[in-house]
């Protein structure tokens, strides 16, 4: 393995021991190189990890899936803050992601936040392995995850995913429905004045169920949507809102036509001391989950964003 | 709100019942203030005295002549007494505090028994670094003039020169006044205000409204000019209303800027904000302090 860069590697198990006859070794071989290591997965794992490891889990930092992947903006910076604060060490990370009850529109952006960390963090050092419970995990999710990890891990056996997609290759589109304009649906079009947008979101927001705390988020999450597409997108665009259970669906389209923009912009971690470009950034770890879909009239930024 | 924000009180809200500090670092502001509160006085029928003390008292007429107002007619009809510290409650060589309310106090009785609409009283407090005896009992004094203040009908600026006082001894003093005078904005429009402030002797600026696509280049202005002040810089948000992630980013640029030795302390700052700041990292900026809302000064 190269200790310079990115190693990105899934792992695809269905007995406890398949999960640690890869992850056990990995640790301790992480362990005797003084690597950080951290180990986000299940309870149970943690449980299994901490049994096989002996006394070498004490030197190892373990957090609960569940609380650690909460919304791939958040949780991407997570990792980049973790990655930072140990910008002298070489990392190693068991990351599992919570795959059981996640909807169609959430396990596909989770999947786009696995495309997504071979960029992030192509110049790290840091070595990712992510589990795939093939007992619990639906088939499309690990079929992704082969599309998703340029390595795919078993034991001592590594070898590249044939199916591996990179991530400027990757699907980045809305999936589902994409019509933009619902009957009854408030919009606003807006110009300069992003007061009124403000205004307009908090209190369609509110009407819409959203708590008070969430709305600010919102606010300030649209925003920095609305900035970029005043300083980028012409100029102008239009804003609306609707709720799709449990979350609010806020879509701000620019009038931009045909734009040249990454679907993940805003999961790069920018450069604190750059003197721009900090805004989707923010807005990505504001929301749950930020789309970003250029058309042939204009750039539509839909925010998916939890109601309480 | 906070308390410290509802301390300040712009010049012309100043009147009787008032016992406010002027905390001021340059000779202009000292005259915008003291021109105002003297000139609106005399305009009210109060009979107003001036203690001068760095400033000599014509150089303090002369700015009232310039702001309009007739100094020898309410000199002579007894409206308006300019004289220095030193030529009037420091003529014994002595500064005698109790001694000194007890003569304004007198002073603001008689006045409203002549017939003036109360007593306006500001004084260059400059003396008290002179090692005159009593000055050590200057806090002291602040503090029980206040009464008088409370009780007649009278009012008054007092002015500290912050270049002049210890960051120390200027909130020492600060402290002892009901109300601090609000400086002039260095940007007053609908959507954003911006106040230079000095407390605990620190310099600082005071965020009132929105900061946002339409007021950056006004803050990123006044954070320049604040960048040329002396010493550590303390932002008040208290009164912030919004800001983007561009204002938040002018602050951290603003106190790498400030170069090392120098400090940026962002005060009142919402959590929610505060949280943005951490997203980005600008929380670990060198120089750069955040001190929540809610969270002790």
Known sequence: MSTLGLNHQGLVYDTDEQF???????????????????????????????????????????????VWYDAPGRTLAAYHRYVTERSDRRIRIIGEPVWEGRDALEAAEWTRYESVINLAFADSAAWIVCPYDARVVPVAVVDDARRTHPDLVDGPVTEFSPAYVAPDLFDGGIRGSTES????????????????????????AASLGVSPERVGSLVMAVNEVASNALEHGGGSGRITLHRAGHRIVCDVTDDSPNATVDWFAGYLPPDPAQPRGHGLWVARQLTEFLQIHPTATGTTVRLHHRAA | MTTTTARERQVRDIGPGDHACLSFADDAEQRRVVTEYVAT???????????????PPSAVLGWLEAAGVDTGEAVARGRLSVVTADDSYLATGRFDSGAMVDALRREARDS????????????????????????????????????????????????????LFTPDRLAALDGCHRSSVEQRPLHSGALLKLVPTIRSGRHGLRVVGTVDNRTHRHFNAALGTARGWPGDLVVDMSAL??????????????????GAGRHLRIEHLALALCDVVRMVGWDRTPGLSLVPDGATT
Do not use: K
């Open chain 1, 20 to 66: 640690l006859m890869t992850t056990v070794p990995f640790c301790r071989d992480g362990l005797d190189r003084d690597d950080a290591v951290l180990a986000v997965t299940t309870t149970a794992n943690i449980d299994h990890l901490r049994d096989s490891l002996g006394g070498d889990a004490d030197r190892i930092e373990f957090v609960d899936s569940a």
């Open chain 1, 181 to 204: 304009e619902r009957d009854h649906e408030p919009v606003l079009r807006f110009t300069e004045d992003l007061a009124a947008v403000r205004r307009f979101v908090a209190t369609v």
């Open chain 2, 41 to 55: 006085g005399v305009a009210n029928a109060e009979r107003v005295l001036y203690f001068a003390d760095r400033q």
């Open chain 2, 112 to 163: 409203t028994a002549a017939g003036f609409d109360g007593l306006r009283v500001c004084g260059d407090m400059g003396w008290a670094l002179r090692g005159i005896p009593g000055a050590e009992h200057l806090e002291e004094y602040e503090r029980a003039v206040d009464a008088v203040f409370r009780e007649e009908r009278a009012s008054a600026i007092c002015q500290y020169d912050a270049r």
């Open chain 2, 241 to 258: 209303t919004f800001i983007d992630v561009a204002g938040l980013r002018a602050l951290a640029d603003t106190a790498t800027r400030l």
